[in-house]
C-alpha cells in the first residue's frame, strides 16, 4: 500500500552544517526520511535539536551541505510558492490587513484581483476569521494571527505546508483550540502537512505519522504510524499509551 | 462598564488640555508681571505680550517698517520652506530607499553622500548665496540639502532593518526582487521614513530662517533681523513667536498625513 502513494518529499543523505567564526555546528547529520502525498508529518524532538532548520531546508531558505532534498520529482535549489510555510512567531505583514497579508501569495503570482480575493475570502472563512478581513494584525490576538498566518500559507495553494511550531508561543488553552482548528482544517482542505513541534500531546493529536528525531546533531531516531481514530481523543487509553512510550523514547534521543 | 471606562478616559485628557492650557497661561502672566507691572527689564529690550499682541495687529496689515505685511512674509518664507522641502523628500526618499536595496546604487552614491553628510546645512549659506545670490533660489537649495540628508538616511535604515523573516515569507511566496522591495521593504520601512521627514521638516525650517536671518529681502527671518537693526523687539518677538505657530500647525498636519500612510501600527 505504501508503494502506491505519491512521494511529495524525499530527503536523502541530508545534512546541514553552519559555519561560523566559533567553528563549524553540524546541525543535520545524514537525515534520510520521506513524506507522502496528503499525509500530515509531524517532526517530533527535543527543543534545539534542529527542527526548524529542516523546514527551512525544505522550504529552500536554507541550502544543505551534503545530500539532497527533492520536492515532488524536483530538487530543492530555493524558495518557491510550491512549498508553503506557518512560522514559530507570528510575521504577518503588520501594513497589510488580514485581507492583504492573505491574497499576498496569489497577488505576487499575478493571480486577478478577482479570483484571489475570492480564494483568500475562502481560507480566512476556513480559519474562522469572517468579519476581521479589514483588521491589522495588531489588533488581534496571537491566535487569530496565528491563524491569519495559516490562512495565508493555504491560499496559496501549495502542494506542501510547513508549519514551524505554530502554536509554541499560545498558551495552552488557545493551543488545544488551535489544535482542533488545524485538525478541522486539514480536514476539509487536505494537504501534504510538515508539522514540527516538541510537545508530544501536540504530535499525536494531529499526525498520521510520526518522525521522531534526535537531538542536534539531528537524524531520524524512529518513526510512529498514528492510526488513532480521528478525532482524536487526548484522555483515550490509547492515545496515553502512544504518549508514554513516545515521550520515554525521547528520553532515549538526549 | 465600558461607557464608564470611556469616560475615564476622556476625563483624564480634557484634564491634561486643562493643564497645557494653564500652563501658557501661567507663562504669559510671568511675562506679563515681570515687564508691565514689575519693570524688570527696560520695555525697547523686553516689551510686554499686551504690546507684543498690539504689533502683531497692526503688522497684519501695516508694512512699517519692514517693507511688507506680516502675512507677506509669512507666505514668502513658507513657499521657500515647500520648494526645497518637497524638492528634498521627492528626491531623498527614493534615493535612500534604493541606497538600501540596491547595493551598487549604494556603493556609487555613497562615497559623495558621506563626504556631504556631515556639513551643517547652515555652513552653506555663504556658498549659496555666491552661486545663486540672494534669491529665492539660494534658500531653496540650502533647504534642499537640510531635507534631502535625513531622508536619505532614514529611508536607508528603514529598508536595512526590514524583517530577514518578512523577506523569507515573501520568498516562499515567490516574490520577485522588486515585488520584495515595493510590497515587504519598503512598507515595512514606512515608519522611520516618516520620522525622516519630521526630522527634515525641523532641519529645513531651522536653515530657512538662519538664511533669512543673515541674508534676505523677505520673510519672517528677514523681519526678525530688521527688528534687532532697529531696535524694535516687539518685532523680533512677534517674528519668533510666528515661527513657532508656524511649526506647532505644520506638525499637525504632517501627523494627519503620516496617520493616514502609516497603517497597522508597529511589529511587536
Known amino acids: ?98 485581507m492583504q497579508n492573505v491574497e499576498f501569495g496569489p497577488k505576487m503570482q499575478g493571480v486577478p484581483k478577482k479570483v484571489r480575493r475570492e480564494r483568500a475570502q475562502k481560507y480566512i472563512d476556513l480559519v474562522g476569521l469572517k468579519g476581521f478581513e479589514k483588521h491589522f494584525p495588531v489588533k488581534l490576538s496571537g491566535g487569530m494571527q496565528q491563524r491569519v498566518g495559516i490562512a495565508r500559507a493555504y491560499a496559496n495553494e501549495p502542494e506542501l505546508i510547513c508549519m514551524d511550531e505554530p502554536f509554541g508561543h499560545l498558551d495552552a488553552q488557545t493551543r488545544y483550540l488551535m489544535e482542533e482548528e488545524v485538525e478541522r482544517i486539514s480536514n476539509s482542505d487536505r494537504r501534504t502537512v510538515v508539522f514540527v513541534t516538541n510537545n508530544a500531546e501536540e504530535a499525536i493529536y494531529l499526525a498520521d505519522r ?35 512510550q513516545i515521550t520515554a523514547e525521547m528520553d532515549n534521543t538526549l | ?79 521657500v520652506a515647500m520648494l526645497g522641502y518637497l524638492l528634498g523628500a521627492v528626491i531623498g526618499v527614493p534615493l535612500g530607499i534604493a541606497m538600501g536595496w540596491f547595493k551598487t546604487v549604494d556603493k556609487i552614491v555613497r562615497p559623495v553622500f558621506d563626504l556631504i553628510k556631515p556639513i551643517p546645512p547652515i555652513a552653506l549659506i555663504p556658498v549659496m548665496i555666491v552661486v545663486f545670490g540672494i534669491s529665492i533660489k539660494a534658500k531653496a537649495v540650502l533647504i534642499f540639502f537640510s531635507t534631502v540628508i535625513p531622508c536619505i538616511t532614514n529611508s536607508y535604515s528603514g529598508i536595512r532593518q526590514t524583517k530577514q523573516i518578512h523577506l523569507w515569507v515573501s520568498q516562499t511566496f515567490g516574490a520577485s526582487n522588486m515585488q520584495m522591495l515595493f510590497t515587504v521593504a519598503s512598507p515595512s520601512a514606512l515608519p522611520m521614513i516618516f520620522a525622516g521627514l519630521r526630522v527634515a521638516m525641523g532641519s529645513s525650517w531651522m536653515a530657512l530662517v538662519a538664511a533669512e536671518l543673515l541674508a534676505s529681502t523677505s520673510g519672517l527671518g ?9 531696535l524694535r523687539s516687539d518685532l523680533i518677538i512677534v517674528g519668533i513667536l510666528c515661527l513657532g505657530m508656524i511649526n506647532i500647525v505644520l506638525t499637525a498636519i504632517f501627523n494627519l498625513v503620516e496617520k493616514r500612510f502609516v497603517r497597522g501600527g508597529k511589529d511587536e
Open chain 2, 222 to 230: 528677514y523681519l526678525i533681523s530688521i527688528g534687532r537693526s532697529l
Open chain 1, 210 to 244: 510520526i518522525i521522531l528525531l534526535h537531538n542536534c546533531p539531528t537524524s531520524v531516531h524512529k518513526e510512529y504510524i498514528v492510526d488513532l481514530p480521528r478525532p482524536r481523543d487526548y484522555t483515550s487509553p490509547d492515545f496515553l499509551a502512544l504518549r508514554e
Open chain 1, 1 to 98: 500500500m505504501m508503494k502506491e502513494r505519491k512521494t511529495v518529499i524525499e530527503c536523502r543523505n541530508v545534512s546541514k552544517t553552519f559555519y561560523s567564526m566559533a567553528g563549524d555546528n553540524l546541525v543535520v547529520d545524514n537525515l534520510n526520511f520521506n513524506v507522502y502525498e496528503n499525509e500530515f508529518v509531524v517532526l517530533f524532538g527535543p527543543g534545539q535539536c534542529g527542527k526548524s532548520t529542516i523546514l527551512n531546508l525544505i522550504a529552500g531558505l536554507e541550502k544543505p551541505t551534503g545530500g539532497e532534498i527533492i520536492v515532488s520529482g524536483e530538487k530543492v535549489t530555493g524558495p518557491s510558492p510550491k512549498r508553503g510555510m506557518v512560522y514559530q512567531t507570528t510575521n504577518l505583514f503588520m501594513w497589510y490587513t488580514v
Open chain 2, 1 to 79: 462598564m465600558n461607557t464608564e471606562k470611556i469616560n475615564t478616559a476622556k476625563k483624564q485628557k480634557r484634564k491634561y488640555q486643562i493643564i497645557s492650557v494653564l500652563s501658557v497661561c501661567v507663562f504669559l502672566l510671568v511675562w506679563y508681571l515681570a515687564t508691565a507691572v514689575f519693570e524688570l527689564a527696560p520695555s525697547y529690550s523686553l516689551p510686554s505680550p499686551v504690546k507684543v499682541f498690539n504689533t502683531f495687529l497692526t503688522k497684519l496689515h501695516s508694512k512699517a517698517p519692514d517693507g511688507a505685511t506680516l502675512p507677506k512674509h509669512f507666505i514668502s518664507s513658507l513657499q
